[in-house]
């Protein structure tokens, strides 16, 4: 018995041979840096998919939040990342698939469950093209990261509205029906429409203000001002939330044009500061002499085909 034992773990080897002076190769323990931004991003995560449950429990107002609080999340992770410097490939991928998740599926979720119902497989094809759309947005900006050939000044522009801006602004007819304004509402194909051409935009090549920059220096003098303004703002967004939400969309909607224009100034003065040089001819091409054709012999020279 002990020679066919020995006989099988030479034919079937153990997974963990339990040889003498063989170690197990330990892996070096992962610093916390690295983990705090992922955490950050799986409380956005679980903030998404909370908005997903109440607006199947049909507690749109808290669905709101939700996603209003994962989008202050996202916000949080990549800068508390840059600062720390905890940032990983993973981290990356972990950002794109919550950010699908939470500004795609959860927004359309909720604007079919409110009124894109009511237009049964219409409003859930568009509910369905919001979430595809955010999607494409986010795998088009991970790409767009590693181009070299981009210039420095255009990191200050996204291309196509980013998915956390279009999720907050997507869900304009909810905050319209909240604030119950007289005459003012938002009916089905006005919400099918609305949420198509949020849709169109963050897939669109429109470039909008990124705002990457904003907050990273702070002049000395101003930093009391921040804090006012920092608290002033969270002070009326939780004691009028649907009014700031109302008007923050409209302002970010004004402000497309003003992106668009400015990002066109930076192209003019680029190509004035790097005009375009002058064609040169083409050199010759120098094609290699083709041999001729080999010359048939007359008739009578030919030999006589044997049939």
Not at 60 to 68: E, K, P
Not at 108 to 128: Q, R
Request: proline fraction near 10%.
């Amino acid at each position: 018995m002990k020679k066919y034992n020995q006989h099988m773990r030479r034919i079937f080897p153990p997974f963990e041979p339990d040889l003498p002076g063989l170690r197990r190769k330990r892996f070096r323990p992962v610093p916390f840096r690295t983990l705090a931004p992922n955490l950050v991003t799986l409380l956005a995560l679980c903030a998404g998919l909370t908005a997903v449950r109440f607006a199947v429990e049909n507690k749109l107002d808290w669905a709101v939040g939700c996603i209003v609080l994962a989008a202050t999340l996202d916000g949080i992770d990549g800068r508390l990342a840059r600062l720390i410097k905890g940032t990983s490939r993973f981290g990356a991928e972990l950002d794109s698939l919550a950010d699908f998740v939470n500004f795609g599926v959860a927004p359309g979720l909720m604007l079919y469950f409110w009124s894109l119902h009511d237009l049964k497989n219409v409003g859930w094809i568009v509910a369905l093209l919001f979430a595809i759309c955010a999607g494409l947005r986010l795998a088009r900006f991970n790409v767009m990261l590693h181009d070299p050939t981009r210039p420095a000044w255009a990191a200050n522009f996204f291309v196509g509205v980013p998915a956390p801006a279009g999720a907050i602004i997507g869900l304009l007819p909810l905050y319209i029906e909240f604030l119950d304004i007289p005459g003012v509402r938002f009916p089905a194909l006005l919400t099918l429409l609305y949420t198509l051409a949020i849709a169109l935009l963050m897939v669109s090549r429109l470039p909008v203000f990124s705002g990457k920059k904003v907050g990273t220096r702070v002049a000395p003098d101003m930093v009391l001002p921040v804090f006012v303004l920092v608290v002033a703002f969270f002070a009326l967004l939780l004691s009028y939330p649907w009014e700031v939400l109302s008007v923050g969309t409209i302002m970010f909607l004004g402000s497309l044009p003003l992106s668009w224009f400015s990002y066109n100034r930076h192209l003019r003065r680029l190509a004035l500061a790097h005009p375009a040089a002058p064609a040169r001819p083409a050199a010759p091409v120098q094609v290699a002499p083709q041999p001729s054709p080999p010359t048939m012999p007359p008739d009578d020279e030919r030999p006589a085909r044997l049939n």
